[in-house]
């Protein structure tokens, strides 16, 4: 199955995270205003928009 994993080494965590606004599930969470997001697993449907939306590359699909 796919998955998206952060790799939190990529965001500079120091701003809100603009990818939970185009999430339509609503699964990336972010726990305090510059933390790096996390993704709620049992919401996350693997669409891949985070992946293409985040600049630093922060979103990885993996294929597995
Ligand atoms: S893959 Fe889609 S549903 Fe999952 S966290 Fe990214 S944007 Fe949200």
């Not at 995270?17 to 185009?22: A, K, L, M, S």
């Not at 990336?28 to 590359?57: H, L, M, N, W």
Request: glycine fraction near 8%; aromatic fraction near 10%.
């Amino acid at each position: 199955m796919n998955a998206i994993r952060i790799e939190a080494s990529r965001c500079p965590q120091n701003h809100f995270c603009p990818v939970i606004n185009i999430c339509p599930s609503g699964a990336i969470i972010q726990k305090s205003p510059f933390s790096a997001p996390e993704i709620d697993y049992s919401k996350c449907t693997s669409c891949g928009k985070c992946v293409r939306y985040c600049g630093f590359g922060a979103f990885n699909k993996v294929i597995g």
